[in-house]
């Protein structure tokens, strides 16, 4: 039987996680995982042909604080706004200790003349686990259904 | 531009040295059409897969070439075939899936069903039913098989050509590059994934933007800032023989990376790359310093320290090899304003576990998301727009290394291997060339 409540604060966790990136807070962006965490952007013709392939491979929190700098400091991508769509957020189930969560994700894009389009959608598979204060990602693993992307990815997703 | 009324040529190149891209090549649907006929269902040869894809016999991979879909398979003697993906009836697709592995491949449309070669097998209601209709009496199924490639492999990697007459893939690549492509693939390997990024551009943006080596370290701001490659010290060598390919490679001595392992590099290359990348308005940039720079840091593990090697095949076919990052890329036209890039990255069999873990550290440099890549999208994509947007008129200016299309260089400080990629595709599309333009201005 699932937690109902739990279910509700692992959504929240999501709701946060996705507010961050789309409010450009982006150096906020590696606090919701814990320091020995992995992100990964996974194409799901990768996953489907049991091959690897990821789009974006953060294995520590110190390679998504690199990741964030090289954005903010080196990088040149084009000029835009994304706001994610974020739904279907389900706990799978907990074993010692470690939440099993997935839902539902897009991204829309809004370029520099103001035209939108959809850029992205897929589906987010976490380990969550409890810390101190709240809740934590142990491993986001961002399984992309649409694995032929237009426009360059720069920020996560 | 001028037609051309004796060569059916729908412009005249602008400068015989190669110096001036007319800029309708980017968006003319004429020229698009022609370069389907002229370029890619032609005498050339391109990457369509990896031995190591096929394991089985029935292993399929569905890919293109120019506009054209083609399916490579294994059949049970053991051999590769390739064929063009539409049904001998109608014109359906015959194999849907990206990859798989079958039998036989059925259209979904009729049940015209072939084999592994790409050979008619079985047609149902061939003979009719209950004696109504049916095929006429000389109607054979060996008239209609599926149209075939021309397939021929190096050290493992599959090129295919559309033209059976194609001229020997190691005549039309050269034997400079042919050894260096054995360098690379020089054990069994393993695909490690399959990356796919569509640009609303002309593919020949990207392939100059990939015999352009002196743009990197100012477009992709990451390499100065790691130190990772000088263009003055990368060696070029471009082959106006048959293919046209090009390859630009530099070794870890020769970037001074045999410190990298202390990770010394950054702090002796990088202050000299970024000085004279400079302009007045790049202003006080802070120092990229990374948490961990292992990412940014190659192992020499090929043949003569190969550190970074991009090895562009006329037309539509580029290897990249950086520090442990394997890939090899397809260019796909898709209308004069929209491509496709495929990469086929791969690892090798005898990799370790360690070895892995740094692959896949690493691939954070390319791809779509790429540190060193990630630019080239935007700068095309840009550029397609303005050329669209604007006049149509004009010409890009290429003098970059000089006027001429010189073969070999030691550095990589110059455009000449854009120019090459030129005057090979003058010379597939039979573009006459004039020197108006230069003497005009």
């Given at each position: 039987m699932i937690d109902i409540e739990t279910e509700l604060q692992l959504a929240r966790l999501n709701n946060l996680y996705v507010q961050c990136i789309d409010e450009d807070r982006l150096e906020e962006w590696p606090s919701f995982f814990v320091e020995d965490a992995r992100y990964i952007i996974f194409p799901r013709e990768n996953l489907d042909a049991g091959l690897e392939g990821y789009w974006m491979y953060c294995g520590s929190g110190a390679m998504m604080r690199d990741r964030i700098k090289a954005l903010r400091q080196v990088n040149i991508y084009n000029i835009h706004y994304d706001r994610h769509l974020l739904s279907n957020v389900v706990l799978q189930g907990e074993e010692d200790g470690v939440y099993e969560v997935r839902s539902n994700y897009a991204v829309v894009q809004t370029d520099v003349e103001g035209r939108c389009h959809m850029f992205s959608t897929g589906q987010y598979r976490d380990k969550v686990i409890k810390v101190d204060d709240g809740y934590k990602f142990k491993e986001k693993i961002v399984v992309v259904d649409s694995f032929n992307i237009d426009r360059p990815l720069a920020v996560p997703f | 531009m001028l037609d051309n009324m004796e060569n059916n040529s729908p412009l005249v190149w602008p400068s015989d040295d190669y110096t001036r891209t007319p800029y309708e090549v980017y968006t003319s649907s004429e020229i698009f059409a022609q370069e389907q006929q002229k370029i890619f269902d032609a005498p050339t040869w391109m990457y369509v897969g990896l031995e190591c894809e096929f394991k089985q016999p029935g292993d399929y991979t569905t890919s293109f070439m120019g506009t054209t879909p083609i399916v490579i398979s294994l059949a049970p003697d053991g051999e590769l075939y390739g064929f063009v993906n539409k049904c001998a009836h109608r014109g359906a697709k015959v194999v849907r899936e990206l990859r798989g592995n079958a039998k036989f491949l059925k259209c979904l449309y009729h049940g015209w069903t072939y084999d592994n070669m790409g050979d008619l097998k079985a047609v149902p209601l061939k003979n009719g039913i209950m004696g109504q209709g049916g095929y006429p009496d000389d109607f054979k199924t060996e008239n209609h098989c599926l149209r075939k490639l021309k397939l021929d492999t190096i050290a493992g990697v599959i090129f295919g050509s559309l033209d059976l007459n194609a001229p020997p893939l190691l005549d039309y690549i050269g034997p400079g590059i042919v050894e260096r492509i054995k360098t690379i693939c020089h054990s069994p390997m393993k695909v490690w994934g399959y990356q796919r990024q569509t640009m609303n551009c002309n593919w020949k943006l990207f392939v100059e933007n990939t015999r352009d080596m002196y743009h990197a370290p100012m477009l992709h701001a990451f390499i100065p800032q790691f130190g990772m490659f000088n263009p003055a010290k990368q060696k070029n060598e471009l082959i106006l023989e048959n293919g046209g390919a090009n390859q630009a490679f530099s070794t870890y001595e020769l970037e001074g990376v045999k410190a990298a392992a202390k990770g010394l590099i950054g702090k002796v290359a990088a202050p000299i790359i970024k000085k004279s990348m400079s302009s007045p308005a790049d202003g006080n940039r802070e120092k990229l310093i990374f948490e961990d720079p292992s990412v940014a840091r190659g192992v020499s593990e090929l043949a003569g320290g190969l550190y970074i090697n991009i090895v562009s095949i006329f037309p539509a076919t580029l290897f990249t090899i950086i520090g442990q990052t394997f890939?090899?890329?397809?260019?796909?036209?898709?209308?004069?304003?929209?491509?496709?890039?495929?990469?086929?990255?791969?690892?090798?069999?005898?990799?370790?576990?360690?070895?892995?873990?740094?692959?896949?550290?690493?691939?954070?440099?390319?791809?779509?998301?790429?540190?060193?890549?990630?630019?080239?999208?935007?700068?095309?994509e840009s550029t397609q727009q303005m050329i669209a947007r604007g006049l149509e008129s004009g010409s890009s200016f290429m003098e970059m290394g000089g006027r001429n299309v010189e073969e070999t260089g030691n550095h990589g400080v110059t455009e000449t291997s854009i120019r090459g990629f030129w005057k090979t595709y003058c010379k597939y599309m039979d573009i006459p060339t004039s020197t108006d333009q230069v003497a005009a201005e």
């Open positions: - | 890939s090899i890329r397809q260019f796909r036209p898709i209308a004069p304003d929209k491509m496709e890039t495929v990469y086929t990255w791969f690892q090798f069999e005898s990799d370790d576990e360690e070895m892995h873990d740094r692959r896949v550290k690493q691939s954070n440099l390319l791809g779509p998301a790429g540190y060193v890549s990630m630019e080239d999208a935007e700068v095309m």
